[in-house]
């Protein structure tokens, strides 16, 4: 899990489980373990239309529909 603090642009800023969040330009620091600061050139990218974040997206949803038992359908048609 990853919890994220946004100090700026939060009204433009709204993010879903699941979104992708692309920080670019950032900062790691070991504060609490780990944290990252953004700082006037660091941009924030919500769902990025990346190869690289399409593939995550498509991962992330095959993960959820296994998840919620939406492919046990399809294990029926796999019977032989």
Do not use: T
């Not at 433009?12 to 070991?30: A, E």
């Not at 953004?38 to 593939?55: F, M």
């Amino acid at each position: 899990m990853v919890i994220a603090v946004v100090w700026r642009d939060i009204n433009r800023f709204d993010p879903r489980i699941g979104d992708i969040i692309l920080l670019k330009q950032v900062s790691v620091h070991p504060y609490q373990g780990r944290s990252l600061n953004a700082y006037d050139g660091s941009q924030i990218v919500l769902n990025p239309e990346r190869d690289d974040c399409l593939a995550l997206r498509e991962w992330w949803d095959l993960k959820e529909l296994e998840r919620n038992g939406g492919l046990a359908e399809f294990d029926d048609d796999m019977d032989i």
